[in-house]
């Protein structure tokens, strides 16, 4: 069945640490990738997508993923981290069924992100 | 640039009543999509609009329906409540089929919390 998994339900780092939060999907092709934070009550943020091409993705905030298409992951990464991050994270899919997108990106269960001081 | 925009914020509704929420995409995007974020079983993919048509309809029984307005602003009704409705309905827009464009990101909205009792 069509998945995707974010292995870590909660993580806890210091401020100023490295992050990486993981992400693996499964379907046939490569689908279109996203991630998304979301505050407490609040809708969602989009941090990068990756749809092709270079697999090192830039985003907002100094966060990157990279797509690994052998290991079919998409890891969240920031080199040091800040209080303000401290939310949840949300990785999804856009599996393009059907060779198309037919709107229904797949989210993960997420992952919330502690940071102390 | 505003972004997309839900009305109400809050919604308290009683089992059996109708719940009607509202969403306004980001200026320029036709396409409206809806999900629930309910606790313990995370984002799901509810309705897809692009001009003014359902697009796609995710694993939801009929009484969850909406529509579009030729503004592109979209409506969500959920009939018949159930206390598990309760959940934090999410809208998202995106650049659609008047701009050539069948898959883009999506950017969402800040979310309507819908109580049932």
């Known amino acids: 069945a069509q998945s995707v998994t974010q292995p870590d339900i909660h993580i806890t780092v210091s401020e100023g640490a490295s992050l990486e939060l993981r992400c693996n999907y499964s379907?046939?092709?490569?689908?279109?990738l996203f991630w998304y934070v979301q505050s407490p009550g609040q809708g969602l943020q989009l941090l990068l997508k990756?749809?092709?091409?270079?697999?090192l993705v830039q985003g907002i905030k100094g966060f990157e993923a990279e797509f690994k298409r052998s290991q079919s992951s998409f890891n969240l990464r920031k080199p040091s981290v800040h209080w303000s991050d401290a939310a949840e994270y949300f990785c999804a899919v856009d599996p393009l069924n059907y060779g198309g997108s037919q709107g229904n990106l797949i989210f993960g269960k997420g992952t919330k992100l502690s940071v102390k001081p | 640039e505003a972004g997309v925009t839900q009305s109400p914020t809050h919604l308290i509704k009683t089992r059996g009543q109708q719940a009607t929420l509202r969403c306004s995409p980001i200026s320029g995007h036709t396409s409206v999509y809806w999900y629930q974020q309910a606790l313990g079983l995370g984002l799901q993919f509810l309705l897809w609009y692009d001009e003014g048509e359902e697009r796609n309809r995710g694993n939801f029984p009929p009484r969850f329906s909406g529509r579009q307005f030729p503004n592109y602003s979209s409506e969500l009704n959920v009939n018949a409540l159930e206390l598990e409705d309760s959940a934090l309905y999410l809208c998202a827009s995106s650049l659609g089929g008047r701009q050539g464009v069948w898959t883009d990101t999506q950017y969402f909205g800040p979310g309507t919390r819908l109580t049932v009792l």
């Open positions: 990756y749809f092709s091409g270079d697999t």
């Open positions: 379907y046939g092709a490569t689908p279109y």
